[in-house]
């Protein structure tokens, strides 16, 4: 599980996380939406340790996200952000293995070669294998960065706005991999989305920020809704329900 | 499963251009005594090669540290900041009382003052972390103008009658390394170099980028701060012993990227060493023996090195 | 206007006081007691040195205000881009091929060869598409290392070092009577910027822009660089190079009066000369009796201030 107890954060004058406090339980894909500068990025990277918070703490199946050695961390938990340029010129396989650093220390083992094997064929990469990165589709590095991640079998996974840059068939495919690795692997999967109809189709479990605080969690049922979508982005959203889904129609 | 075998290639190749070279540089043109011409010859290749590696491994990791192709120590001002140190301590105890110190123990003070200057010019430069690639270069840039002007007048403060004196100094060339400090450097950057080859798989993740190597485990504070350290060793060494180059290290780089058409340090660092040794050893032995006109191959360098750089930008501004 | 007024009582008495300053004793009961080997300090050397240092410092200002105007870009100036480091070359090729050429002539060669310099910097930055504004001093900058790498090559090949260090240290302490004369040249030429100044700002919205407003925008670039060229060809010939004055004092300046050139030029001009003489008159009183060159002082505080602007920049964005 992951203990989220009182988070705060400000970048110069700006407070950007006020006295945050989530449990996140296992497994299930869970959604953080809000509306622009609600504090959802900063929230996922102080989970990430990939920057300091100003007060409270993180735990990590009782790791304390900011003390503990960041190389057991990284057995535990894994982060993909949106922006993934390299400077260095990898092969699709080369990155994956990367993903093994956690467990091998570098020296890959036959073992980790199984897993990057396992990482490869889960993602259909098998093709693309032996290609560079900078060869590559976005949707296609997209999905190399993901088996990284997978390689690196973690029991938890964050994803930061995964679906930046990605057409409707590439967003949907990401979508619906998320749900595949959380219930196939067993990953808890924790994933910033700005399309709130992605959420309420494919989560287990909405979280809902403003302001730097949390607004509401729920389900899909209990967050997709008018009244709820009103406060959370001060507009008013027309939800429809079609073929058991809830669905925001905010395009007029 | 097919494998690139490109880079032990050219490993190999580069190794053996290297020991032609070598061989060359003891043997060409020698005329009389060998028991002279050798250890005369042998210490002159033993500087040489002790720059090359040091330039050559000091750029690599700082490519490494900052995750991009571009930036070098040297153009970041590291090399400045070296002369500027070396200056600050001859106007603190004054010029003669350094006179009477052993080289060596000056050299040691300059290089403990150079990693901790070194640390906190780094902070400063990458303080906003590195999205803005060339508002960082630029200001690099002209932090080491700064500290080259500051260390100028320093130097003109301190005694304008031996100015020139002084400047010859600092613009040792490459034809002249100091001999006292060879076996001191030549310690030190053995050192530095087993320290590095253990550390190789985790230099590889460091080039991924600071959320990728945290999220792979990577304490990247420590980490970042102890490479910095021998970054800091290695400049200090080369400046001590031919005065600072600003394009050698990239153009080392950049070459050594061409040939191994590799990422992995245990590929990239090799053979930018063994690049920057063929280029000191040869350019020095052609313009020595063949142009017979010993002094311009640091300004060689530096004219090749710089068209190198501006190539580099160009080509990157036009993705 | 009291604020100028004030700015041009500073500028005189810095200028009254670079008569005083220096290692033979001039003071005004000497003179006035008629004392001729003061008189002969005083008009041998003094003056002309005082002329030198407004000159150069007012024109260099000037001609960076041109340049940041017409390459539109805030932080270039004729040193960092490949302007001053080729007429340099230029003036050491004279030395070398045409030592016994008069000064005029190899002054020439030095403004062409800056021009040429100039339409190299120009043809690089025509290759890089994305023109993010710290990217161009930074190509300037390059290009002047590498140009400068050849002159050294040049001075080591044929031993004319000192020949070099003369031109890249801008140094006012040889100047003399009969020796910086064609300074007042470098004038005409600032002048002549001042008396088009409402071309090159049309010329500076911009090719499309000013083409709209149905000027040649080709032709004014390269009259506006070609004067920029003579005035840095002409100083680097009579005192050596001034780093960053002409970057940080228009910078300055447009911090304070925005970038309307035909008002910035005076108070450039202005700005530079008294930038010049407080650095010169520092050089000389702080090792006494030996001096700083104004190079090496303009060195330190004119790279301190461009990182200010740099960083200032940082904050903005």
């Known amino acids: 599980m992951i203990r989220i107890q009182n988070i705060t954060k400000s970048f110069g004058r700006t407070q950007v996380l006020q006295d945050v406090s989530l449990d996140l339980p296992e497994g299930g894909v869970t959604a953080l939406i809000g509306p622009n500068g609600a504090g959802k990025s900063t929230l996922l990277s102080i989970i990430a340790r990939l920057a300091p918070a100003d007060g409270g703490r993180v735990s990590i199946d009782g790791l304390d996200a900011h003390q503990a050695p960041s190389a057991d961390l990284a057995r535990l938990i894994a982060m993909l952000r949106q922006d993934n340029h390299l400077t260095a010129r990898l092969t699709v396989r080369e990155l994956i293995g990367f993903g093994r650093f956690p467990h091998s220390g570098g020296r890959l083992n036959a073992a980790d070669q199984a897993a990057i094997d396992r990482a490869v064929a889960y993602l259909d990469l098998a093709e693309l294998q032996h290609r560079f990165l900078d060869q590559l589709s976005g949707g296609q590095r997209q999905r190399a960065f993901v088996a990284m991640t997978i390689a690196q079998e973690t029991k938890y996974l964050l994803l930061d706005e995964p679906l930046n840059n990605l057409d409707m068939k590439h967003a949907r495919a990401m979508m619906r991999l998320l749900r595949q690795i959380s219930q196939d692997l067993g990953k808890t999967v924790l994933v910033v989305l700005h399309d709130i109809n992605f959420a309420s189709c494919h989560a287990d479990r909405i979280v809902a920020m403003k302001d730097g605080r949390i607004f509401a969690t729920g389900t899909p049922r209990q967050i997709v809704a008018p009244e709820v979508l009103a406060d959370l982005y001060e507009t008013d959203i027309p939800v429809h329900d079609i073929d058991g889904r809830r669905i925001a129609a905010f395009y007029d | ?319 | 206007m009291p604020v100028l007024a004030i700015a041009i009582a500073i500028n005189l008495g810095l200028a009254a006081l670079s008569l005083f300053v220096g290692v033979s004793q001039v003071s005004l009961s000497g003179l006035w007691a008629g004392q001729d080997d003061q008189w002969l300090v005083l008009i041998e050397s003094r003056l002309p040195r005082m002329a030198a240092l407004i000159l150069a410092g007012a024109t260099m200002a000037i001609a960076g205000v041109l340049t940041q105007t017409l390459i539109r870009n805030r932080f270039v100036e004729p040193s960092n881009t490949g302007m001053m480091e080729a007429a340099g070359l230029g003036l050491l090729l004279m030395m070398l091929l045409f030592p016994a050429a008069p000064i005029i002539a190899k002054m020439a060669v030095g403004t062409v060869f800056a021009m040429a310099g100039t339409a190299i910097f120009l043809a690089i930055l025509r290759r890089v598409p994305m023109r993010d504004p710290m990217l161009v001093p930074l190509i300037g900058i390059m290009l002047s290392g590498i140009i400068f790498a050849g002159s050294s090559f040049v001075a080591y090949r044929f031993d004319m070092v000192q020949s070099l260090l003369a031109w890249t240290q801008g140094d006012l302490s040889g100047v003399m009577r009969g020796r910086y004369e064609l300074l007042w040249l470098a004038a005409v030429g600032a002048g002549l910027a001042w008396f088009a100044a409402d071309r090159f700002t049309v010329a500076g919205l911009g090719r499309d822009m000013a083409s709209s407003l149905g000027l040649s925008h080709g032709r004014v670039v390269a009259l506006g660089l070609a004067i920029v060229s003579l005035v840095t060809a002409i100083v680097v010939v009579s005192v050596g190079m001034i780093p960053f004055l002409g970057l940080i004092v228009p910078n300055i300046v447009s911090l304070a009066l925005g970038d309307n050139m035909r008002r910035a030029i005076p108070w450039a001009a202005i700005g530079g000369a008294g930038l010049v003489l407080f650095c010169d008159i520092l050089g000389r009183v702080i090792i006494m009796p030996y001096e700083v060159p104004v190079g090496t002082i303009m060195g330190v505080i004119g790279s301190a201030v461009f990182l200010w602007l740099i960083a200032g920049r940082r904050r903005a964005a």
Request: glycine content about 8%; charged content about 15%; overall charge positive.
């Open chain 2, 1 to 319: 499963m097919p494998r690139n075998r490109r880079p032990q290639l050219a490993l190999a190749a580069l190794g053996l251009l290297t020991a032609g070279l070598i061989l060359a540089f003891m043997t060409v043109g020698a005329k009389g005594n060998w028991d002279f011409i050798l250890p005369f010859r042998g210490r002159k290749l033993l500087g040489l090669v002790i720059i090359a590696h040091a330039v050559a491994c000091s750029t690599v990791l700082f490519q490494t540290v900052t995750s991009n192709r571009i930036l070098t120590p040297a153009i970041m001002g590291f090399d400045s900041l070296f002369v500027l140190c070396a200056t600050l301590l001859v106007t603190a105890f004054g010029s003669t009382a350094m006179a009477g110190f052993d080289p060596r123990l000056i050299f040691a003070a300059n290089a403990v003052l150079m990693v901790a200057a070194s640390m906190a010019l780094y902070r400063w430069l990458f303080r906003d972390g590195t999205e803005d690639l060339h508002r960082i270069l630029l200001i690099g840039v002209v932090v080491g103008i700064l500290f080259r002007s500051l260390a100028e007048f320093l130097q003109r403060m301190l005694d304008p009658n031996e100015f020139m004196v002084l400047t010859d100094m600092m613009f040792a060339s490459f034809n002249a390394v100091p001999l006292d400090l060879l076996g001191v450097a030549s310690l030190l950057v053995g050192l530095v170099t087993l320290w590095l080859i253990p550390r190789l798989p985790r230099l590889d993740v460091m080039a991924l980028g600071r959320p990728v190597g945290i999220n792979l485990g990577l304490d990247w504070r420590r980490e970042t701060m102890a490479v910095l350290v021998a970054i800091s060793v290695l400049v200090s060494v080369s400046v001590a012993l031919v005065g600072p180059i600003l394009f050698f290290g990239l153009m080392a780089a950049a070459l050594a990227h061409l040939a191994v058409g590799s990422s992995a340090h245990r590929h990239v660092l090799p053979a930018a060493s063994l690049i920057a040794v063929s280029l000191l050893v040869g350019g020095q032995m052609l313009l020595e023996r063949v142009f017979a006109f010993d002094t311009a191959l640091r300004i060689l360098v530096e004219f090749a090195g710089g068209i190198i750089f501006i190539t580099l930008l160009v080509a990157r501004g036009r993705r």
